[in-house]
């Protein structure tokens, strides 16, 4: 079970992350899924230069151009916490794009967000960057400040780092504030 790599004195990350990698896809999703606040919290302290991240564990080398890859995740909100980043390159060697697709869209907007190398083997979702354009199966891009609850991705970044070959954690942060004591984990479906 994932929770035999949680101790009190930390995270046990590397039989962690071969546990994960051990799995099937649907059986990692909800193994990662168990987790709640106090263990994405630790995992996410624990995974700080862990595992460095590249664009290929977002949309693998093999993906074509406007090709989406999902990743399921679960944030650590007690209500509509269960959600998908979906990443997609519109060109072969173009940036990678993606938004957030959940139940309260029509609220909140999309989320669209650009991809970031950062420091530590992270990788930010720069939520201010949205793309120009977007695949005809994909919401049309819009500003993260026009939705009806703008709140909720205006000046979000969120910070990516890597768990396992296809588990991520990650936490929001927002610009010009302290990042809440949230967070959420993704598997690559």
Sequence with gaps: MIFDYFHNEGVDLSGLATY??????????SECFK??????????????GWRPLAFVDLVPASATAGEQ????GRNTSLIFNK????FGRFSLDG?????NNQTWMCFTGPGYFTAESADHGEIHLD???VPP??????PKPRSNSDAIFPWVYKNLIDVLRGVSQRVIIGR???VGTEPPDSYFILVRQ
Excluded: M, N
């Design 172 to 174: 929001p942060t927002y």
């Design 20 to 29: 994960l990698d051990s799995l099937d896809v649907a059986t990692a999703t």
């Design 133 to 138: 354009t977007a695949p005809p199966d994909w």
């Design 95 to 99: 940036p990678i794009y993606g938004y």
């Design 35 to 48: 987790l709640k606040l106090t263990h994405q919290r630790a995992l996410f302290e624990a995974a700080l």
């Design 69 to 72: 890859v999902i990743h399921a």
């Design 83 to 86: 959600f998908q980043k979906r």
């Design 127 to 129: 939520g201010r960057k």
